[in-house]
C-alpha cells in the first residue's frame, strides 16, 4: 500500500517548497520594530536558521544595530568575538586583494554548523566609540550580498539612525514583529505609520507581521484585535507561540525548540519567502 499524503504533511511540504524556492539574485529580509523586547533578535535568528536548514546554507543573520544588538549573545559561540565594525574596517584589504572570497569573511561571522547560516553580529566592545552609519550598510551590503543568498538584518530601536534607514531601503521584504501586548503592538503599528508617511507605503503593503507569544496563555480579544489591525496594514499575519527553551535570553537552539514551535517558524519562513 501507498497511502497519499495527509492535510498536514501536504502543507509542509509546500511551505518547504516556499522556503527553497530559487530566487533571481540575492534577498534581503529586514526584521523592525523601535521597540526593545519586541522579538526581533529571536525573528532574525529564528527565520534564518529554517532559511539555512532548508536552503542548505548561504544565509546570514546580521545585527545592524548601530551601537551594541544581542544577536551575537543569542548565537552560538564562534573562536573568534570580531563584528560587523571589525569586519568594516578590514574592507578596504579585503576588497583591495583583488578578489575576495567567502573563506575570508570566516574570521568575521559565526557559523551556526547545525542550522547552516552565519551570524554577523554587532559591536560588543563596551569601551568601543565606534558605530555604523547608512555608508557602512551599504559598503557592508555590498559586499556581503556577493556571497549570501538570503540576508536577515536585525535592526535597532532608533528609527532616525541612518543605518537603520539605509537597511529598510535595501528591504526585498519587510517584517514587523510585535509580541502579543499592547506597548510592543503600538511600537510596531507606529514604525508602519512612519514608514508610509516617508515613501514606504508597498514595502509595508507587503510586509509580513510576525505576533509572537509572550506567556503560554494568550489574551483571545488583544490577539483578535491586532490580527485585525496588522491584517489591514500588511501582506500577512503569522503567529508564533511561546516556548520555554527560549525563555533563558542565551543562545538559540533551533532543535530544542517544540515541534509545534518549529513548524510555526517555518510557515513563517514560507511567507516571508513568498514576498521575495
Known sequence: MKPAPGRAERVRRSQVEAVRRTFDGPRTVVVVNPKGGAHKTTATMLLAATFGLHRGGYTLAWDNNETRGTLGWRSS????????????????DLTGRGTLRIGDLDAYVRTQPNEQFDVLASDENAASVSSVDAQSFRSLHTVLSQFYRVLVVDTGNNMRASNWRAAVDTADQLVVVSTLREDTAQSAAWALDALRATGHEELVRQAVTILSFPEPKVDKDLRQRLRSHFGAL????????????????GPIDHAALRPSTRDAWLRATAVVADGL
Open 77 to 92: 559561540h564562534a573562536d573568534h568575538t570580531r563584528t560587523a565594525v571589525d569586519l568594516l574596517h578590514a574592507l578596504p
Open 234 to 249: 500588511t501582506r500577512a499575519v503569522v503567529e508564533v507561540p511561546h516556548d520555554r527553551a527560549l525563555v533563558t535570553g
